[in-house]
Every structure is written in structure tokens, then in C-alpha cells.
């Protein structure tokens, strides 16, 4: 089994909101996998970079959130748009999963491919432990909605303490999230298209360490992070579309997750699901589910623990 990627060092660890899952391959098996022109289009530069400061509702964001945003943006040590990714995922389930990352994350965790916490302390506020030395808040401060299109900002702070830094790392960052219907499948199923752009300001020694040593590994390890949860992500939406019983059995087995956010995965996989298969699905067919999710990210060996179970 690999470990998790360190990107997760980048303050609160929080791009994507999930830095540590645990991805099938190292950045250079995706670079095999023909992804890796991908993976590298993503962008720091002064343009880009004033593009994603524009698109900030600022103004829109209440104190005193707007000021903790603010000054990160002003003074981040690291700016990033991640490659854009285009997913086949129910419009729904994404929605679910940038509001409730931490269903998600429980999921992660009972099939076995990730070691992150990220737990709710109040409505839109999480904290969070990656397994490897990073912890952190996390804290929704703002989010808008237009149609299928929505836009959220997150603000959040952590520390590092691991190999990859020779004294403790900590900081703050800004995540711009924004989503959206792209065109469908050439199967009529739904696409979306998601993007992030993250600022981080690291504090003291971290702004030295982060500029000269780190920071080629940290752009790299968070575009394949991003990319390996959007799969995770389309994944999970092919099996509510396939296999939406299993999914809502999957849901009832979250222990971290409350009843009601359960029931309301269960509700969203039922309503993504072919015609014909609303309604039920042989028990082989559900129990198999938690194998299929997990097969990108766990050994033979793992998987073969996971179906005994």
C-alpha cells in the first residue's frame, strides 16, 4: 500500500479537503498512466493568480472570516490553480461531498484507504488529522449557489510536524472552490467540472523551507491528490447509478457520520440510479461495493482483508 501524498503540509492540509487519501500510485505512476500533461497544467502566475483574487466575494464574506481571508490572500507564500478536472459524477453527490466532506472522508476510512480525520466541531467547521504529521481547522466561510453552478471558500489553519521539514511548519490557506455542470456523457450521464485555487502563508521559517525546498512537491502531490479524489468521487456516483441499494447500505454503516446525513446519501443515490433499478439490488451485488470503491487505492492483499470482513 502506498502512503498518503505530504502535500498535506500546506498549512491547515486541507486542498480539496482531503490531502492524505491514499492514491494507488506515486506522482510517477500517474506520469505512466499518460496523465501526467494533466497533472503539470496547472498555473501560479501573476495572472492567474490575480484572476482567482478577483472571484473572492469578499464582500460577500462576514467579518470576521472576511479579514482572516483577506490577509491570507494578501501575503501567501504559495499560490496554486490546480488543474481543472471534469468528472461523470450526479450533480447531487458532488454537491453532498463539498458540503459534507466528511461522509466522504468516513467512507474513506471504513474501506480502508486513508487515514485522515476530519471531524465536525460546528455546522461548516471541521478538525482534521492526516495520519502523517499534519493538523488543522477547517472552516467553510462563504458559499453561493446559481443553478447547478456553486462557488465556496474555505479558510483554514494547521501545522506540520514530519521528515519533510526540519523544524515544525505551521500556517494558514484560502481554497476557492467552484463547480459546475460541463457537457454530458456521450451516455446522456451527467459531467462536472471542478476547480480550486489555493493561496497558502506559511509563518515564520515555514515561508524559507516552503519557497526553496518544498514547494515543486507540494504543487505536484496536490494536483494528483486532486485528481485522485475526483475519481474517487465519479466512482462512487457510477455505483449509485449502478448500484444504488449497495450505496445506501455503504451509508448505513458510517459510524462517524450522523443519521441524518446517512438517510440523505442513501436519498441521492437512489435518485441517481438507473431506470429499472430504484428500489432494490441483489445482497452479492451490494456486499461487492465497498471492494469495487476501494480497488484503485488497495493492494491485493488489502482488498482481499476488505472482502473478508
Known amino acids: 500500500m502506498t502512503s498518503a501524498r505530504p502535500w498535506a503540509l500546506l498549512a491547515a492540509g486541507a486542498i480539496a479537503l482531503a490531502g492524505s487519501l491514499q492514491a494507488r500510485s506515486d506522482v510517477g505512476d500517474v506520469v505512466a498512466d499518460g496523465t501526467a500533461s494533466r497533472i503539470d497544467s496547472g498555473s501560479s502566475s501573476r495572472e492567474t493568480r490575480r484572476r482567482a483574487v478577483a472571484a473572492l466575494p469578499l464582500e460577500r464574506i462576514m467579518e470576521p472570516q472576511r479579514r482572516a481571508v483577506d490577509a491570507c490572500v494578501r501575503s501567501a507564500t504559495l499560490y496554486r490553480r490546480l488543474p481543472v478536472e471534469t468528472v461523470v459524477c450526479d450533480a447531487d453527490l458532488l454537491d453532498f461531498a463539498l458540503q459534507k466532506p466528511e461522509t466522504i472522508v468516513d467512507m474513506w476510512r471504513v474501506l480502508g484507504i486513508s487515514r ?17 504529521g499534519t493538523v488543522g481547522v477547517l472552516r467553510l466561510v ?86 485522485e479524489i475526483c475519481l474517487f468521487v465519479s466512482t462512487l456516483s457510477e455505483s449509485a447509478r449502478s448500484n444504488p441499494e449497495g450505496v445506501a447500505q455503504l451509508a ?53 482483508r476488505l472482502q473478508r470482513k
Open 116 to 132: 485522515l480525520s476530519l471531524d465536525p466541531t460546528a455546522a461548516g467547521q471541521w478538525r482534521l488529522s492526516d495520519g502523517y
Open 252 to 304: 448505513g454503516r458510517l459510524p462517524q457520520t450522523t443519521p441524518a446525513d446517512r438517510q440523505a446519501l442513501a436519498t441521492i443515490a437512489r435518485r441517481a440510479a438507473q431506470p429499472g433499478l430504484r428500489g432494490g439490488v441483489d445482497v452479492a451485488s451490494a456486499d461487492r461495493l465497498q471492494t469495487e470503491l476501494a480497488a484503485r487505492w488497495l493492494s491485493a492483499e488489502d482488498l482481499d
Open 142 to 227: 462563504h458559499r453561493e449557489q446559481q443553478g447547478l453552478s456553486g462557488l465556496l471558500v474555505f479558510h483554514g489553519r494547521g501545522a506540520y510536524t514530519g521528515p519533510l521539514s526540519p523544524r515544525n511548519l505551521t500556517g494558514s490557506c484560502v481554497l476557492l472552490v467552484r463547480h459546475g455542470p460541463a457537457m454530458p456523457a456521450v451516455d446522456g450521464r451527467q459531467r462536472q467540472t471542478i476547480q480550486i485555487d489555493s493561496f497558502v502563508d506559511m509563518d515564520g521559517v515555514g515561508l524559507e523551507i516552503v519557497t526553496r525546498t518544498l514547494q515543486p512537491l507540494i504543487v505536484r502531490s496536490a494536483a494528483v491528490n486532486f485528481h
